[in-house]
């Protein structure tokens, strides 16, 4: 039986004379607006905004809520994603006056703590990285990727050497071609061995000195982590070009194993993902990225720095790329990553990175017995199976099992992704699931899977609406629409 949609708009709601707040009386005097603003400012009539009790506004909003799945509501083993559950506290600590309240145009002297939590936020995720200096500005993990890119190019225009190829894996995040191309690269694709790690005769065949970078994520994007990575690096190194490490996956090696020590020059980090920023919705995120010595010059401004005992926002950097944000970064996301690591410390991070692999491992375990698990029978903290055996049998999908699971309380695995897999379906159960929810998991899974392809084909059968165009869904969304619609 499918859920009642929320489907009036707030202004069908709307009933003249409804109102959510009554405000007294003012008791100063009440210019006429003309008074106060230019005419050709003034509106011949006010807009008409709905009028609505509040508990009509209240329920409108909340129904709304509950018509999609979050991390709150649901286990959600969106692969690369790392949709862990955000413990609470970061957001009351992130809302607190001292720091919810600031402005970032208040004189830096009143922004010392501040100054200082971000000072420290800098050289924890230098620490992490294994790297020498951090920029937190970038909004999101694909302006991360592009800022470093930016950064690289300088770093090269200023050494007067002509590099304009970038090379990425065919096993790449799409944004990492995309980064690429925005900050002015050609990109040439990599490929993969059958075993899913980068091809080294294919990667040598195209490294020469126009290479300016190779990107590489590491855990890759199939949950396996390339042992080649130092080799890669030295060969990259001595085609005198740069390796840059995409950190989605940091959730994997924590505390474990560092960028820096295994050859990255540059990388950036997803605080949504790996230090429990709040996830979705298009924002807000953010993306720091870390680097060696060699390009620190060429970070974008402002960088936090002290000077003895007071922190300032450091703007005075002749080679710097300039800004990529607004003021300092996202700070609000900033802070949940400083509280999220400081909670943790050294160790709890390492066990953080333990327990990923651990729930990833164990899922696995389970699913390989009903699903083809293409690259092996141990991952990182994900593994990517394949509904390409259930296709050829009884023309079962990999959208089809993702769209049923929406009818067990599931949210799907990202599925189509990585474009190597046929049919895949990428699961990262992530460190904050127990047992009982992987395994949970696991049965509606293996359910699925023996259900009647006609049935299939048709969920999700619970949710308020079953199979949109996704594009048009997303170019052209209906707004508005009545239950008899729903179908
Ligand atoms: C999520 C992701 C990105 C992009 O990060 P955003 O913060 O979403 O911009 C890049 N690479 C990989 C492997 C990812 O999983």
Redesign the pocket.
């Known amino acids: 039986m499918r859920n009642k949609l929320a489907t009036q708009l707030l202004f069908e709601l709307s009933r003249p004379g409804n109102a959510a707040v009554h405000l007294p009386a003012p008791d100063v005097p009440q210019p006429p607006l003309e008074c106060l603003l230019p005419d050709r400012f003034l509106a011949d009539s006010p807009p008409p905004l709905p009028e609505l009790t509040e508990p009509d506004l209240v329920r409108h909003y909340t129904n709304l809520s509950t018509q999609n799945m979050s991390v709150d509501t649901h286990f959600y083993p969106l692969g690369?994603?790392?949709m862990k559950y955000n413990p609470k506290r970061n957001e009351r600590l992130a809302g607190m006056t001292g720091i919810g309240d600031l402005h970032p145009y208040q004189p830096q002297d009143t922004l010392q703590g501040l100054l200082e939590l971000l000072h420290s936020l800098q050289q924890m995720l230098a620490e992490i990285s294994g790297l020498d200096a951090v920029s937190l500005q970038p909004a999101?993990?694909?302006?991360?990727?592009m800022t470093a890119l930016f950064v690289a190019a300088e770093y090269f225009r200023d050494r007067g050497q002509n590099r304009g190829i970038v090379l990425v894996p065919d096993v790449?995040?799409?944004?990492?071609p995309a980064s690429a191309s925005m900050a002015g690269f050609q990109t040439v694709e990599v490929k993969s061995t059958a075993e899913g790690l980068v091809d080294l005769d294919d990667l040598a065949s195209k490294l020469d000195d126009r290479t300016a970078v190779f990107m590489i994520?590491n855990p890759n994007?199939l949950g396996l982590f390339d042992g080649q990575i130092a080799e890669i690096a030295e060969m990259v190194h001595g085609a005198g070009g740069l390796v840059y490490l995409?950190g989605?996956?940091m959730n994997a090696i924590l505390g474990i194993a560092r960028p820096g020590d295994f050859g990255a020059d540059m990388m950036?980090f997803?605080p949504?993902?790996t230090f429990s920023g709040p996830h979705g919705g298009g924002g807000p995120?953010?993306?720091p990225i870390a680097v060696s010595h060699k390009l620190e010059p060429y970070l974008p401004v402002p960088v936090v720095v002290r000077d003895g005992d007071r922190y300032r926002l450091d703007d005075d950097r002749p080679k710097s790329i300039g800004r990529v944000r607004s003021f300092f970064g996202n700070t609000g996301v900033l802070v949940r990553t400083y509280c999220y690591l400081r909670t943790q410390g050294p160790e709890g991070l390492q066990r953080v990175s333990e327990n990923a692999v651990l729930n990833a491992n164990y899922l696995l375990s389970r699913v390989k017995h009903f699903l083809q698990v293409p690259h092996g029978d141990r991952c990182m903290h994900e593994f990517v199976a394949s509904a390409s055996p259930l296709k050829a049998a009884r023309g079962v999908s990999a959208m089809d099992i993702g769209k049923r699971l929406l009818d067990f309380g599931f949210h799907a695995p990202t599925v189509y992704f990585p474009l190597t897999v046929r049919e895949a379906l990428m699961i990262e159960p992530t460190e904050t699931e127990s047992k009982a929810t992987l395994d949970a998991f696991a049965e509606a899974l293996f359910r699925v899977t023996e259900e009647p392809a006609d049935l299939l084909h048709e969920a999700p059968h619970t949710t308020a609406v079953s199979r949109p165009d996704e594009v048009r869904a997303a170019r052209k969304p209906i707004l508005s629409w009545k239950m008899e619609d729903a179908g």
């Open positions: 690369s994603c790392t999101a993990g694909a302006q991360g990727e790449a995040h799409g944004t990492n994520t994007t995409d989605a996956n950036h997803n949504h993902k995120g953010a993306g």
